[in-house]
C-alpha cells in the first residue's frame, strides 16, 4: 500500500501498476487516518491510499 497525496496519486498509481502489473486500486483515507499519514513521496498530508 502507498500513501500518497493529491500531487503524487499518480506517481503511486504508476508505481502500482509496474510493481505488481495489476490494476490498482485507489481509495480515498478517512479524515482521521488523513491527519496521522503522510505522503511517500513529499511531506504533505496523505489523501489516498493506492494498492492492487
Ligand atoms: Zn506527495
Same mark, same amino acid.
Given at each position: 500500500?502507498?500513501?500518497?497525496?493529491? +500531487?503524487?496519486? #499518480?506517481?503511486?498509481?504508476?508505481?502500482?501498476?509496474? &510493481? *505488481?502489473?495489476?490494476?490498482?486500486?485507489?481509495? +480515498?483515507?478517512? #479524515?482521521?487516518?488523513?491527519?496521522?499519514?503522510?505522503? &511517500? *513521496?513529499?511531506?504533505?498530508?496523505?489523501?489516498?491510499?493506492?494498492?492492487?
Amino acid at each position: 500500500m502507498i500513501y500518497c497525496c493529491k +500531487e503524487h496519486v #499518480e506517481l503511486a498509481l504508476d508505481v502500482v501498476v509496474d &510493481e *505488481y502489473e495489476t490494476a490498482p486500486v485507489m481509495m +480515498e483515507l478517512t #479524515e482521521e487516518q488523513k491527519l496521522s499519514t503522510s505522503c &511517500e *513521496y513529499c511531506s504533505e498530508q496523505a489523501i489516498y491510499m493506492v494498492g492492487n
